[in-house]
């Protein structure tokens, strides 16, 4: 049985991956100062592990076979920028870290597809649609520089150490219970997003369920070793969070992606998980056209 230790185990995503890794028979130890980690976990440890010697106590203690690092600040503005900044990246650092100086084997570290630049208040544009893993990243607020910050973090251990390490951009996170309209991060419902495109325009609609994205971490962790180190995947729902094509509707909500948003076809996102697909054989199976409650629709 291989132990497999989440951080950020009560988050809206940590909640999914510890279920998911119990059922594929993982022994799931969930850390997060916050409560609410799934019952499935073997056990749970509320550590801070922006404390160095917290996150390697938890590690020795434990010595884990895989680390799913998720927690950190989980959205723009919710906190300081100084705060925000610097809590997501020492937490990064320390947990690969202690990850790696104790033998850990695998590591995920959690970022973001907010590394883009999307919604910058100076304005954006995209060099190309839809996105993928080569597109230019440009942050432009704490926290999607955090997540940047992250990943390089992640990509300089993978130079050097033995352990194998890789980074997920999940999109716009969907627990199973905002289907049924308890509201999303951003406070708005699901029904919300879908009928104000202005809400979901700014991240360019984007999304995933919580259980796919947690389906690509479980696959992600299986082949890792096949993997050159340090890679980096976007993970989004194979269809956009919007009633119209993006080819028709993004440029009305964002006029800078006129040039390019007639490459998006039907009802085709604007961020393009291909490379997990191509990579792991991985592909989202949930949309909101199945999963939203029947009376939001």
């Not at 999303?184 to 029904?191: D, K, P, R």
């Not at 076809?265 to 939203?292: D, I, M, N, V, Y």
Request: glycine share 6%; with cysteine.
């Amino acid at each position: 049985m291989s132990r497999t230790l989440v951080t950020g185990s009560a988050g809206r995503l940590g909640r999914s991956v510890v279920s998911a890794l119990a059922a594929a028979g993982h022994e799931v130890i969930g850390v997060d100062r916050a409560q609410g980690t799934p019952a499935d976990a073997a056990a749970e440890l509320p550590a801070d592990l922006t404390d160095l010697g917290e996150a390697y106590e938890v590690i020795a203690r434990f010595r884990p076979d895989a680390v799913v690092h998720l927690a950190a600040i989980a959205t723009p503005f919710s906190r300081s920028d100084v705060v925000t900044f610097r809590t997501n990246t020492q937490l990064a650092f320390n947990v690969c870290d202690a990850a790696v100086a104790l033998g850990v084997g695998k590591v995920i570290v959690a970022s973001s597809p907010t590394v883009i630049g999307y919604g910058s208040p100076n304005g954006w544009a995209p060099d190309y649609l839809p996105i993928d893993e080569a597109h230019p990243a440009r942050p432009w607020n704490a926290y999607s520089l955090s997540k940047l910050v992250a990943e390089e973090t992640m990509r300089s251990f993978a130079r050097t150490a033995a352990t194998r390490l890789a980074a997920v951009r999940p999109c716009f996170v969907i627990a199973p219970e905002e289907w049924e309209g308890a509201p999303t991060q951003s406070g708005h419902t699901v029904a919300e997003r879908l009928d104000r495109p202005d809400i979901a325009g700014v991240s360019l609609f984007n999304y995933i369920d919580a259980r796919d994205a947690a389906d690509l971490v479980i696959t992600l962790l299986d082949r890792l070793p096949d993997l050159p180190n340090g890679e980096v995947f976007f993970a989004g729902a194979a269809d956009a969070l919007a009633r119209e094509p993006l080819a028709e509707l993004l440029p009305k909500v964002i006029p800078s992606t006129a040039e390019f948003a007639s490459a998006l076809t039907g009802c085709a996102p604007a961020f393009s998980s291909a490379k997990a697909e191509r990579l792991l054989g991985w592909q989202a199976k949930r949309s909101w056209r199945t999963e939203l409650s029947q009376g939001s629709i």
